[in-house]
């Protein structure tokens, strides 16, 4: 009996390797068309504006500038915001957005938020070198203000 759980447990775990090994490590739109090289290749953007809807995650923040409503995403997950002492944006608040419009692989274009302004603080959410979300890897690397 030991010896056929022992084969289970190693089958599972050989398994599960491959699978983590291929993962895109974020390098990617999130939604299966493949890599990006860098959101920095997109166009640089500032939105400003009331939010007026918060998707869940992944469905971006949409904010009424006073001319349209935009969207945008990659805000990060709520434990990233708390770490950092600041209240996620809420319907009804304003914010300033600086991010980058990117067209993807299947030809749609997303604006990722790459720092957000609320109520007099900033939120530092991807690395100013390579694009990378701060609350990737460590948690407490990220900059926040």
Known sequence: MKK???????????????????????????????PIVSIYDGTPVTVSGIVTAIGTQGQGMSIDTGTEVVTVYGLG???????????????????????????????????IATSIEINGAVIELRDATDGTPLWRGSMGKGRMN
């Open 4 to 34: 056929k759980l022992s084969a289970l447990i190693l089958m599972m775990l050989l398994m599960g390797i491959p699978a983590i090994s291929m993962a895109g490590h974020g390098n990617g739109p999130g939604d299966g068309t493949g």
């Open 77 to 111: 997950p709520a434990m990233y915001w708390d770490a950092a002492g600041i209240a996620k944006p809420q319907v009804g608040e304003t914010v300033t957005v600086n991010g980058y419009e990117v067209t993807f692989s299947d030809g749609t274009t997303k604006i």
